[in-house]
């Protein structure tokens, strides 16, 4: 049965799928990153990882995989196939799609942004299905964004397109490791939600889910972070909606949990800061955390789809 290897490569663990033609997950599998055993012992982990996944579809499905994708955080050259840079992985210009591809013996490799390869599956067969142009926003640790084309993600000229947690909406506010202050994402991601909440309530402990109940239960310090960051948020959308006029707007991450309670106070306030822009219907993820690892089987299948046609034009 032909299929191709998926791998989805985070800063605590390793998600992967071997993948049939129709997108079927045929198998599935996660392992941790181990991030802490250094930048070289992750390396080797992914290519182990994907010889592993390898020999599983030989063993189980007759043949080898046809392909293999991969998508990793940080900076990422997929032209060339290079994981530039990622701080939490400790790795630099590391030839990621070399190295897997001579561990799987000569087997084409497809590298992504893992946000944006996320992206791409929401907006194939996820929340953003069917949408010419979609705007994709999970909101994590961080705040990044995955810009939708006519089914594809696009990178942008250095592979930066869609930094949405960098837009400054609080000008001289907190300070952002990237060097500005008051971006985005220490405003609205969940880590900054997170930290707002542990000190308003007293409880260092507490988190952007206990934030969340206790706005659903009334109070008004939880009431006062929640909307914050919904205001925040909002500010951000509307600059990226203002630029990129997207027909949907997906928001995931580990925020978008919240459901209702965070998705009924943010299309309110993206509405009311609207003007000529057209607004966008917002919508939640579908995928969940699978979005990675599904999106990184689509740019395998790509791949595959690549290569025939230039195989198809040579002869």
Not at 191 to 219: F, M, Q
Not at 226 to 252: E, Y
Request: charged fraction near 20%; glycine fraction near 14%; charge should be negative.
């Amino acid at each position: 049965m032909r299929h191709v290897i998926a791998l989805d490569v985070g800063g605590t663990g390793m998600k992967a799928a071997l993948v049939g033609v129709d997108g079927t997950l045929l198998h599935e599998a996660r392992r941790p990153t181990g991030r802490e055993r250094g930048p070289d012992a992750v390396v080797e982990s992914i290519l182990a990882f994907a010889a592993d996944l390898r020999a599983y579809g030989e063993e189980h499905f007759g043949e080898s995989a046809v392909a293999a994708g991969v998508a990793v955080p940080g900076i990422v050259d997929a032209e060339n196939g290079i994981a530039a840079y990622a701080a939490n992985l400790g790795w630099r210009d590391v030839p990621m799609r070399r190295l897997l591809s001579e561990r799987l013996r000569g087997v084409p490799v497809a590298l992504g942004h893992d946000v944006r390869t996320g992206g791409l599956a929401e907006g194939r067969i996820g929340a953003g299905k069917g949408a010419d142009r979609f705007l994709f926003v999970p909101l994590g640790t961080g705040i990044a964004g995955a810009i939708g084309i006519d089914g594809r993600v696009e990178p942008g000229a250095h592979g930066f397109a869609g930094e949405i947690g960098h837009i400054v909406v609080r000008p001289g506010g907190i300070a952002c490791p990237c060097g500005q202050r008051g971006c985005l994402e220490r405003l609205a991601s969940a880590s900054a939600v997170t930290l707002a909440w542990a000190r308003a309530s007293g409880d260092p402990d507490a988190d952007a889910a206990d934030c969340a109940k206790a706005v659903e239960s009334g109070d008004p310090r939880a009431i006062a972070v929640w909307q914050n960051a919904v205001d925040a948020l909002a500010d951000g959308l509307v600059t990226a909606l203002t630029l990129l006029d997207p027909r949907t707007l997906i928001i995931g991450g580990g925020l978008a949990e919240a459901g209702e309670t965070l998705f009924v106070p943010l299309r309110a306030a993206v509405e009311e800061r609207v003007t000529f822009q057209k607004l966008p219907e917002i919508v939640p993820a579908a995928l969940g955390d699978t979005a990675g690892c599904l999106g990184a089987g689509l740019l395998a299948w790509d791949l595959v789809a690549t290569t025939t046609d230039s195989s198809e034009v040579t002869a």
